[in-house]
């Protein structure tokens, strides 16, 4: 993993991309229209600025594996306020107090080192994690890994290791809209197959005659329907849709949200500087 050392306010130079939010229309009531000018806003942009490129697929799965150490220690946070909430003596509220305590000066220094390393990403910011290249992938076995690794077109890349799980790489899907198309068509057959398996265990208990005839049409139609994705699939791929896959993220850029004062300061020192006209 790369650490960079410059934070948030080095990376001012990088690209914006903002979003823009309506709001909601308000109700369609008399007291909703008489406040109505007095409430209307301009519309709000959330801005975000890329603080972080992912360069391999080792380094976005470490990335990962950051931000799920912070959501679980997020969650065990919550859970301890409920039970300080809950507390019926004092000596209970204190040694809940204390150990909420040590959990957050534990969480802000993880979330310090976080922004060290990925220059200015914090968790109490919004953020972008976006794939812009994926890894189409296989389980692999220790037994097949070492068949695989033996051969003498072996290449080192069409395997990836991740801690003590190995995967062999079936396809590379680049560019971020690829990525995004990618998996929706794999989401497309995931749901697809989903919804078949819930139709055939409801099958046997049906009784009545209507009801498997019913069930059974629609069997048919899903079973059409995914034979069709698996199809494209295929036809797309090179090769046959296999049942245990994994896709991991092989390049990605991570944004942060920022504050419309942030963006101020952003764009002054990316914008140059006007001239000023020749004295005559």
Request: charged share 30%.
């Given at each position: ?255 942060v949200q920022i504050t419309e004062e942030e963006k101020k300061a952003i764009d002054a020192k990316t914008t140059p500087a006007k001239s000023e006209p020749e004295k005559k």
């Amino acid at each position: 993993m790369n650490k960079f050392s410059f934070l948030l306010a080095a990376a001012l130079s990088l690209s914006l991309h903002a979003q823009e939010n309506t709001p909601a229309a308000p109700a369609n009531t008399p007291a909703a229209q008489a406040a109505a000018p007095a409430a209307a806003k301009p519309e709000q942009k959330a801005y975000f600025v890329e603080v972080w490129n992912g360069k391999s697929a080792n380094d976005c799965l470490a990335f990962q594996r950051n931000i799920q150490l912070l959501s679980q220690q997020l969650e065990e946070l919550k859970k301890l306020q409920v039970f300080l909430d809950n507390a019926l003596t004092t000596p209970e509220r204190e040694a809940r107090g204390h150990d909420i305590a040590a959990k957050q000066a534990k969480l802000k220094g993880d979330n310090e080192s976080m922004g060290k390393l990925y220059n200015g990403f914090s968790v109490e910011r919004p953020f972008q994690f976006i794939p812009t290249k994926a890894l189409f992938a296989v389980p692999l076995s220790n037994e097949d890994h070492a068949k695989i690794s033996a051969a003498k077109d072996f290449k080192a890349d069409s395997v990836i290791i991740a801690g003590d799980k190995k995967f062999l790489v079936k396809d590379t899907i680049t560019g971020q809209v690829e990525v995004e198309t990618f998996q929706i068509s794999l989401k497309r057959i995931v749901d697809t197959k989903a919804q078949l398996q819930q139709l055939i265990d409801m099958q046997p208990k049906l009784t009545k005659d209507d009801d498997k005839k019913k069930v059974e049409k629609a069997i048919k139609e899903v079973q059409d329907e995914l034979n069709k994705s698996l199809a494209e699939f295929k036809k797309a791929r090179g090769f046959d849709y296999p049942a245990e896959n994994i896709t991991l993220p092989a390049e990605a850029k991570l944004a942060v949200q920022i504050t419309e004062e942030e963006k101020k300061a952003i764009d002054a020192k990316t914008t140059p500087a006007k001239s000023e006209p020749e004295k005559k």
